[in-house]
């Protein structure tokens, strides 16, 4: 069986440590490849590839930085089917869904294609008289990514584009759930033109991400994955010196009012919760309906529109199926396991997905959706991220009932209100402790030249992914107050200098 390896100084090489991991195709439970499980020695040698490219990439003019990037933007979209094909056969998502994904990584590499104007910094004329000041963006050095399995194009795609169009380089190691698509980016960015060891990519698990964390040669890690490992992304990269911005995991609202529209809720809450089998970190898991009659409605037609649900593999069917399988063997126990919890909790399980068989994919990982109605906070199907096809109704009483539940939630990455009221939804929007809001739109993923990340546990450290946040987070700025000869006639200044 094919070994997946890793990408280092601009050529792909197999790994030496003599440990891999397997990589399944979800849909049919087979196993695909291996993908190598790096050493720490060869973590550091792709840090190394880095380091040393850094000194003359730093020098390559923002201009012909851009310019790889649209190449590479043009290559991405040549081979958009075929890297569209490997995230379905190792995630599992349906193919247009893993189309969809292609197209937001690619809106940030078109976002990085304005490094040269993203990169000015500013500038004052006579901040004081004949003195002026001026900032410097300047690039890091080498920069580290850590990607989750459930975006394994696009969320590496929110860091390197914009890291490497700033100036740095960059060591990627991806989810080891699904890997190829990661090494098929690095080799599109080579033929891009971009030179060896701007962008390595490291294959790996702890033992990896370990050297990336604390080598004194990584300036900034950006990490993606679940809260507990971001935490300890955010305590171990920071206790090295690193700036870090690390995402976790989430558990997002969507507030339905008495006045919002039926139809409009329930088409986009269909979509927004099981749409790839619920493994979005902006999937809406929980639906805070304002009011018995709100909810009775909701879970009557949400019932219909899951009898109508396609579930099945997510390539070769003649008409797509909605939802996939999850990732894994192991996520789908733990997705059935959940829905037991709730039950014995005493949530009224509505649709059970459990038992699902897909005809023709009985071995492939897959779970129904699933539906429970009078889900309380206490119990742990509210309280944690399932991750998975299952959308929990909770019933409150009162708006301001809905706004506490969201607010004391331990998670603050996305929400939404459905109304069609504006006062309501201004207010929404103000108090809500939450990175992403969406109104009348259920999953507000920021576009890629505003910034992704949300709030409380969902995040840890200051700054969000791609936008403007991106740039500060891969540029230190650097401020310049100067003035040329003739203004140096005053003398010495002892007291505080002001400008005059
Ligand atoms: P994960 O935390 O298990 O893994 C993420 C990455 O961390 C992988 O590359 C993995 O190899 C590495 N890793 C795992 N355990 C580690 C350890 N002990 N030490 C060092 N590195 C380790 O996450 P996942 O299951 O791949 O992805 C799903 C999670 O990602 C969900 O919680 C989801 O909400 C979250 N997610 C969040 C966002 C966001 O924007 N907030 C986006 C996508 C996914």
Redesign the pocket.
């Known amino acids: 069986m094919q070994t997946l390896g890793n990408f280092i100084n601009g050529v792909r090489c197999d790994s030496a440590s003599g440990r891999v991991g397997p990589v399944f195709n979800p849909a049919t439970g087979e196993q695909r490849l291996n993908v190598a499980l790096s050493s720490a020695d060869e973590t550091r040698a792709a840090i190394t590839a880095a380091q040393t490219a850094f000194a003359s990439w730093k020098e390559v003019t923002p201009l012909r930085r851009a310019r790889v990037m649209f190449k590479f933007k043009e290559l991405m979209e040549q081979h958009a089917d075929e890297l569209a094909e490997l995230i379905t056969l190792e995630h599992g998502k349906v193919f247009s869904d893993a189309q969809g994904e292609l197209v937001r990584g690619l809106e940030v590499v078109e976002f990085a294609c304005g490094i040269p104007h993203l990169q000015k910094g500013e500038h004052s004329l006579n901040v004081g008289r004949g003195v002026d000041s001026y900032s410097l963006m300047q690039p890091l050095g080498v920069c580290a990514g850590?990607?989750?399995?459930?975006?394994p194009a696009m969320?590496p795609m929110?860091m390197f584009p914009v890291a490497i169009a700033c100036g740095n380089t960059f060591v990627m190691?991806?989810?080891?759930?699904d890997p190829s698509v990661p090494l098929r980016l690095a080799e599109l960015l080579k033929e891009a033109g971009l030179p060896d060891g701007v962008f390595n990519v490291v294959n790996?698990?702890?033992e990896?991400?370990?050297v990336l964390?604390t080598d004194e040669r990584v300036q900034a890690v950006s990490?993606?994955?679940?809260?507990?490992?971001?935490e300890?992304?955010y305590a171990t990269a920071s206790a090295h010196g690193k700036r870090v911005q690390a995402?976790?995991?989430?558990k997002n609202h969507m507030v339905v009012m008495p006045d919002a529209d039926p139809e409009q809720v329930v088409g986009s809450l269909v979509g927004a919760a099981y749409g790839s089998a619920g493994?979005?970190?902006?999937a809406i898991s929980v639906a805070v309906c304002v009011g018995d009659e709100v909810a009775d409605t909701l879970v009557s037609r949400l019932q219909s529109e899951i009898d109508n649900m396609r579930v099945g593999p997510g390539l070769g069917l003649p008409e797509e199926a909605h939802m996939g399988p999850l990732?894994s063997k192991e996520?789908a126990a733990k997705v059935r396991s959940y829905i037991g919890s709730g039950i014995e909790e005493g949530a009224a399980l509505i649709r059970d997905g459990r038992d699902f068989v897909c005809a023709g994919n009985e071995k492939g990982y897959f779970v129904g959706p699933t539906l429970f109605d009078h889900v309380k906070p206490n119990m742990r199907i509210y309280k944690e991220?399932i991750?998975g096809p299952v959308l929990c109704v909770v019933r409150v009483d009162s708006y301001a009932e809905a706004i506490r539940l969201i607010n004391e939630h331990e998670y603050g990455?996305g929400t939404a209100i459905f109304t069609r009221d504006g006062d309501t939804a201004r207010q929404f929007c103000e108090e809500i402790q939450v990175g992403m809001v969406g109104v009348n739109v259920p999953i507000p993923v920021p576009m890629a030249f505003h910034s992704?990340?949300?709030w409380k546990r969902?995040?840890f450290g200051p700054l969000h992914?791609h936008g403007p946040d991106g740039v500060r987070f891969y540029t230190r700025m650097k401020t310049i107050t100067s003035r040329w000869p003739t203004g140096l006639r005053a003398g010495a200044e002892f007291s505080m200098p002001t400008m005059k």
């Open positions: 850590i990607s989750p399995f459930n975006f969320v929110w190691k991806p989810s080891e759930k790996g698990d702890k990896a991400v370990d964390l990490f993606v994955g679940s809260t507990p490992i971001a300890y992304i995402l976790g995991g989430a493994e979005r970190c902006m990732v996520h991220e991750f990455n992704f990340g949300g969902s995040l992914m």
